[in-house]
């Protein structure tokens, strides 16, 4: 529905894609630049271990897949490490393993906190 708010591509789609984009909708709608876009937006490549992912060649993760085997939270720790804008975000497994190490580390430690909290200093 228009107009468009922004739309988000791949940074190899910049020197084509978005620039027929921009140049379609001031083409159609020369006299009606509330249908312009508002906003583009380009990312990065996927990488997983620092290769460029791939169905084709197996070297492929979904977000599924990852949350089964990594848990959600050691997930987005490691999405929040990965990168963002145009940089290429690299989803690195052995900072996904870390993550759960560091998860259980700090739930270990707010049990003992609660479990010990009489002892902790007042006011």
């Known amino acids: 529905r228009y107009p468009v708010d922004v739309r988000v591509s791949g940074k190899d789609l910049i020197q084509n894609h978005l620039t027929y984009y ?4 001031c083409a159609i709608w020369p006299k009606e630049e509330d249908k312009w876009p508002k906003g ?7 990488m997983l271990n620092s290769a460029k992912m791939s169905k ?3 070297n492929f993760l979904t977000l599924a897949e990852c949350i ?3 848990s959600a939270d050691a997930m ?4 929040a490490d ?3 804008s145009v940089e290429d975000a690299n989803f690195v497994e052995s900072t996904a393993d870390a993550a759960i190490l560091r998860l259980y580390t700090f739930i270990e430690w ?4 609660i479990a010990n909290k009489s002892e902790l200093r007042t006011g």
């Not at 921009?22 to 909708?25: D, K, L, Q, R």
């Not at 583009?40 to 996927?46: M, V």
């Not at 707010?110 to 906190?113: A, L, M, R, T």
């Open 76 to 79: 987005r720790l490691t999405l």
């Open 22 to 25: 921009i140049y379609n909708h």
């Open 56 to 58: 084709s060649e197996g």
């Open 82 to 84: 990965s990168g963002d």
């Open 110 to 113: 707010v049990k003992e906190v």
């Open 68 to 70: 089964d085997k990594y």
């Open 40 to 46: 583009i937006r380009a990312n990065g490549h996927l």
